[in-house]
Structures are given as C-alpha cells and as structure tokens.
C-alpha cells in the first residue's frame, strides 16, 4: 500500500476514535464511501433472513459499527484500505439523522429545505455542517429515542436525501475518490441540535393501517400472530416475525398471513424485502411454499 493510503488510513483511524468518544459509532469506508470490510454471507441465497452481525464476523455495513475503540481498531486493522469512516445513525445516544444538501440534482436542494421550512413553520437551528467534495453539506440532528427515521433520496424534496436508522454519514476528514470531507467552520464544536418537531414529522412516513378484515381467512388466531409481530421492539423484530410466520404455515393460514405480516412488519421498521425474505424462510421451514 503506497505511503499516501497509509496516512489516509491511519488519519481515518484517528478521526474515527475521536467521533466515537462523542459517543458516535463508526464504520471504516473504502475510497468509494461504501463500507470497506465485504459481507461473509455474499455468496448466500438472497431470501436467507439477513444477518446483521450476530455470526460475529465483520462486514455488516453499519451493523458493525461501535464506540469501542478496540473494536474500531480491529475493523481498521481488517480493512487497512480504508481511508475514511461512517458514522451510523439512529443509535444511542445522539439517534442522528443527516440531512443530505446535494448538488448533483438541478434543484437548489439548501433552497428547497429552506422554502420547506417557511412552509411549515420551522427553523434549522445551528448545527454540525460537513461540506461534501462535490459541494454538497451533510445537517447533523438528532432526533427522539422511541423514533425510527427512515432512510430516503428526494421524498422530502428533490436534492434532500435522509440518513437515518440503518443508513451512515461520511464522517469529517475522511477522504474519498473525489476528494475529503470536512466540517464547516464554525460547525465543528457544535453539538448535533435537535431536530425541529415539524421537520420530524416530514421525515416519517404516515403509519401503515392494518385491516384485519380484509384477511378474514386469517381468523382470530392469525390476528394474534400479527399483534404479536406488532409488539416487536428493535432487535426482536425478524426473530417474532419469523415465529409468527411459522406458526402460521403450520396452522394451515400461512397463504392468508403473508400480507397482514408484511403489514406489521413494516410498522415495526424492517423493509419489506426482509419481511417477505423472512416469510420465506418459515414457509421453507415448515415445507411449505411461500
């Protein structure tokens, strides 16, 4: 490895360590901002309910970011072509959500956050700004510890994309293909201000309604199964989904499950893919077809 990629690497280290004593967890990345460490289930079949660490290898993307530093230093020390890091967000105890400026788009993406916030009667308050290599800026906030943000590209406007739980931010000082990120001046000694109550509530989806009657072959028990998916919290969620599921196919509703499941499913923050793919797993389980 040429001398250059090894300052940047261990630069990227210290960066790293320093924004988890801010009590931010940390990925390394790869020149091309992707998460530097590849996945050990890449060659495994895609409906295979995805593993988020719990094998206890590395190569989790954000699921194996930390504040230990020991841990960080192993991850660099796995991938010594790193030359940046990821902070995740959602995770205690900032919950950050990043608040994506870009300048690829033909929108003016700062004007369409600002017309949002007259429009909706909230003020973006000082905050950790890092500036993008293509000129865009990264808006740390944070949000409420009981709320999940979803990630997404341009749903609040053109221009705006959201991090949030289960996606990361380039962190300041790492350095990529097109060039480093850094902080704003003036930024840099700021804490993540919280995210306004208005902005919030742009960024969350509205909540997906259940019917229960329009799966009336699913019965009373069915409706416990998917209550009981609803009840889920982090951590917990592809674990009771993949129960329910099972008990479902075996109880012959399976067929009339899918959809109430993936519904609550939803509402407890997993994608749909991993519903459908956890679904899945069960039916094989139980021989039966999805």
Not at 138 to 149: I, K
Request: charged share 15%; glycine share 10%.
């Amino acid at each position: 490895m040429a001398t250059t990629d090894r300052q940047a690497t261990t630069l990227a280290l210290a960066h790293a360590l320093s924004a988890a004593e801010r009590g931010l967890a940390v990925i390394p990345l790869s020149r091309t901002k992707l998460p530097a460490l590849r996945s050990p289930h890449r060659d495994v079949n895609v409906l295979t309910p995805p593993c988020h660490g719990e094998c206890g290898a590395f190569g989790h993307g954000v699921y194996d970011a930390s504040t230990d530093p020991v841990r960080i230093r192993e991850l660099f020390a796995a991938a010594p072509w790193a030359t940046g890091y990821g902070i995740a967000c959602g995770l205690p105890p900032h919950h950050l959500i990043g608040v994506d400026l870009d300048t690829k788009s033909d929108t003016d993406s700062s004007a369409a956050l600002r017309e949002l916030a007259l429009r909706h009667l909230f003020t973006i308050p000082d905050t950790v700004v890092v500036l993008t290599p293509s000129g865009g800026r990264h808006l740390w906030l944070t949000g409420p510890p009981d709320t999940a943000v979803p990630n997404s590209a341009g749903r609040l406007a053109p221009g705006i994309d959201i991090r949030g739980a289960g996606g990361y931010l380039v962190g300041p000082g790492s350095r990529t293909d097109h060039g480093t990120y850094t902080t704003a001046p003036g930024t840099a000694h700021l804490a993540p201000a919280a995210c306004p109550p208005a902005l919030l509530r742009l960024l969350l989806p509205p909540p997906r309604p259940i019917h229960p009657a329009t799966h009336p072959s699913a019965g009373d028990r069915g409706q416990g199964l998917v209550q009981f998916v609803l009840a889920a919290h982090e951590g917990q969620r592809n674990t009771r989904l993949f129960w329910a599921a099972c008990r479902a196919y075996e109880n012959g509703i399976g067929p009339a499950l899918v959809a109430p499941l993936v519904d609550a499913a939803l509402n407890t923050g997993l994608t749909e893919r991993e519903a459908r793919a956890t679904i899945a797993s069960a039916a094989r389980m139980t021989a039966h077809r999805p």
